[in-house]
């Protein structure tokens, strides 16, 4: 057929994550259209994320301490608000509005 290029075969399986994303970070699905099919799922989101504002000067030596301790930044937020939090009474926690 004209105009048709050859194209790697998917592999079976891969060996990690970091494998398979190297395949289809150099191979285009478009080119395996052929290949897939229709699929239906559902989708229950659960989670919420907030925004909070926080000054600059205090989100950069945040995110160099989140750095040096191997987390992500909204990781160490959460482990430290979880640990502020937990400290508190129960009795001193009212719902939010």
């Known amino acids: 057929m004209p105009g048709k290029r050859a194209r790697d075969p998917i592999p079976e399986?891969?060996?990690s994550?970091?494998?398979?994303?190297?395949?289809?970070?150099?191979?285009?699905?478009?080119?395996?259209?052929?290949?897939?099919r229709e699929v239906h799922f559902d989708v229950d989101i659960q989670r919420r994320i907030f925004l909070v504002p926080i000054e600059g000067h205090l989100a950069k030596e945040v995110a160099a301490i989140a750095e040096r301790e191997g987390l992500g930044l909204e990781t160490l937020v959460s482990?430290?608000?979880q640990e502020k939090v937990s400290g508190v009474p129960r009795a001193q926690i009212t719902a939010a509005p």
């Open 13 to 15: 399986s891969f060996a």
């Open 17 to 36: 994550i970091e494998e398979a994303a190297a395949f289809w970070d150099s191979h285009s699905t478009a080119d395996y259209e052929d290949l897939m």
């Open 79 to 81: 482990l430290w608000l």
